[in-house]
């Protein structure tokens, strides 16, 4: 059962990414991504300490770590990414 706790910290990343994507299409300016996925982030990792079985926090601290650093990680691998893959000008 603990795999299902993990799956749940890649989850809550991916759906942080996803937010993030979509709010790319709005004229929000970019900077504020990484703020709104790391609060987006904190609160599924609440949702997460009390619904899903196996999740990696027992109280509600660190289910706010947890769940920040998920989201911000969403914004940083996409970073990692774009700048990994940016071609030289």
């Known amino acids: 059962m603990e795999s299902m706790g993990i799956m749940g910290v890649a989850g809550i990343t991916v ?18 991504l990484p703020s709104i996925c790391g609060l ?3 609160l599924l990792g609440i949702v997460g300490l009390f619904f899903m079985p196996g999740f990696p926090a027992e109280d509600i601290i660190t ?5 920040i650093v998920s989201g911000l990680a969403a914004t940083g691998g996409h970073e ?10």
């Open 80 to 89: 990692a990414v774009t700048q990994l893959t940016k071609k030289e000008e």
């Open 40 to 42: 987006c982030g904190a």
């Open 15 to 32: 759906i942080c990414y996803f937010i993030a994507a979509a709010l790319k299409l709005t004229p929000l300016a970019n900077k504020w």
């Open 63 to 67: 289910a706010l770590a947890v769940g």
